[in-house]
């Protein structure tokens, strides 16, 4: 394949890119409120190692992975003032790979619970721009599996990270509300 710029990309590595993009995604808008309850307990190295199981069944006839479960790290915090959690991830080494995910409960403290509570799902990924020159660019998946991509994305720095999510929540909170008020 003919590549005019520097840096030929590669494909992202398997085990990172299917953890970062398919399978926390997937697991956590399947059952947002046992996802965050289990991901906030002490039963939340559990079902991480059984995620990560089922990654390495998907993605180990690729090769064995460059890192462990050990090697990613998750927060809970707060984020636009909704349950969040922070995922790091082990350094990406390919474009699309991320450095970070990021997950949040769209659900008030005071909120009565009807149905499923939407959730917000962002990453902070490896980019390239076309001279080469590394990058991060943040991005988000769509309740309906589509990928966004917002360019350019803030350092590699959980609070740069967070700051970035919550101006996005707050810009669709704006838009959402703006919507109702034309209609």
């Known amino acids: 394949m003919w590549w005019p710029f520097k840096n030929k990309p590669s494909a992202p590595t398997p085990h990172h890119y299917v953890l970062a993009h398919v399978a ?6 399947e059952d947002p409120l046992q996802f965050f309850a289990e991901m906030a307990s002490p039963g939340r190295d559990g079902l991480m190692k059984w995620i990560w199981e089922q990654v390495c069944e998907s993605c180990d006839d690729e090769g064995k992975a460059a890192f462990s ?5 998750v927060s809970t915090v707060r984020c636009a ?18 450095h970070m995910v990021c997950i949040v409960l769209e659900l008030e403290d005071d909120t009565e619970i009807k149905g ?3 959730v917000a799902y962002y990453t ?8 080469g020159i590394a990058r991060t660019v943040l991005c988000s998946w769509d309740e309906g599996g589509v990928h966004a991509n917002y360019g350019d994305g803030p350092s590699v720095d959980e609070a740069a990270f967070l700051e970035a999510v919550e101006e996005h929540l707050r810009d669709d909170k704006d838009e959402d509300h703006s919507s109702s008020e034309e209609e």
């Open 24 to 29: 926390l995604r997937q697991i956590a808008r």
């Open 69 to 73: 479960i050990d090697d990613i790290k």
């Open 81 to 98: 003032g909704y349950p969040t959690l922070l995922i790091r991830m082990p350094p990406p080494r390919e474009v699309a790979e991320a």
């Open 116 to 118: 499923t509570p939407p």
């Open 124 to 131: 902070l990924e490896r980019g390239m721009s076309l001279d």
